[in-house]
Nanobody, 124 residues
Framework: QVQLVESGGGLVQAGGSLRLSCVISGRAIGSSAMGWFRQAPGKAREVVAGMSWNGDTNDYADSVQGRFTMSRDLAKHALYLQMNSLKHEDTAVYYC?????????????????WGQGTQVTVSS
């Protein structure tokens, strides 16, 4: 059974930083495309960042480009999202995700496994 557990969310002032973590069990993360998404109240879920299966290619939403960085640690079975220069509009529940297939390219949709989410609140 594949499980994804996010952590690291919280309350931070605008301009601050947070680092989200996602620990993945039941699946090797070195062979699948992965992503981070977020959903703000009253809004649709949107992609934040994606990573190709081999970690060579990252893709970011325009709204976070240059401020957020996605990375992974294969030994720890973990995915990370470093968020700097946070803005009030970054407030949302953040989710990590993994594709069911193998060797996927970086993508903004088509993920199959999801975590329960972690709340990020940025005060202005």
């Amino acid at each position: 059974q594949v499980q994804l557990v996010e952590s690291g969310g919280g309350l931070v002032q605008a301009g601050g930083s947070l680092r989200l973590s996602c620990v993945i069990s039941g699946r090797a993360i070195g062979s699948s495309a992965m992503g981070w998404f977020r959903q703000a109240p009253g809004k649709a879920r949107e992609v934040v960042a994606g990573m190709s299966w081999n970690g060579d290619t990252n893709d970011y939403a325009d709204s976070v480009q240059g401020r957020f960085t996605m990375s992974r640690d294969l030994a720890k079975h973990a995915l990370y999202l470093q968020m700097n220069s946070l803005k009030h509009e970054d407030t949302a529940v953040y989710y990590c995700s993994v594709e069911r297939g193998l060797f996927g390219n970086v993508r903004r949709s088509g993920y199959d496994y999801w975590g329960q989410g972690t709340q990020v609140t940025v005060s202005s």
